[in-house]
């Protein structure tokens, strides 16, 4: 399984950005998805997630400036970030945990990571 993100960029502090991440490959169903992200000199961090069945969750540094969503027919997921802050800067890593058959049990792929730079 491969996971294609974009969307990173740099933007000045209140703008805002669309993260997407793409999985192909072998997937019969997929239990969440998620994203995380890594600052400079800073451990990686869950930023949200969302469930199979639509359930979110967010850390407390992004809440009600970051919306997680996702297509399924298209196994993608978005992070739309608005009002964006220097402390956001950081590689943007999408997460996928996804089964190969109804039996299997789950696994996770990662994405490459994106850039998100948030400077005046």
């Known amino acids: 399984v491969q996971l294609q993100a974009s969307g990173g960029g740099s933007v000045q502090p209140g703008g805002s950005l669309r993260l997407s991440c793409a999985a192909s490959?072998?997937?019969?169903?997929?239990?969440?998805m998620a994203w995380y992200r890594q600052g400079p000199g800073k451990q990686r961090e869950l930023v949200a997630d969302i469930t199979r069945s639509g359930i979110t969750n967010y850390a407390d540094s992004v809440k009600g400036r970051f919306t997680i969503s996702k297509d399924n027919a298209k196994n993608t997921v978005y992070l739309q970030m608005n009002s964006l802050k220097p402390e956001d800067t950081a590689v943007y890593y999408c997460r996928v945990a996804y089964r190969t058959t109804y039996y299997t049990s789950a696994l996770a792929a990662w994405g490459q990571g994106t850039q998100v730079t948030v400077s005046s």
């Open positions: 490959g072998s997937i019969f169903s997929i239990d969440a």
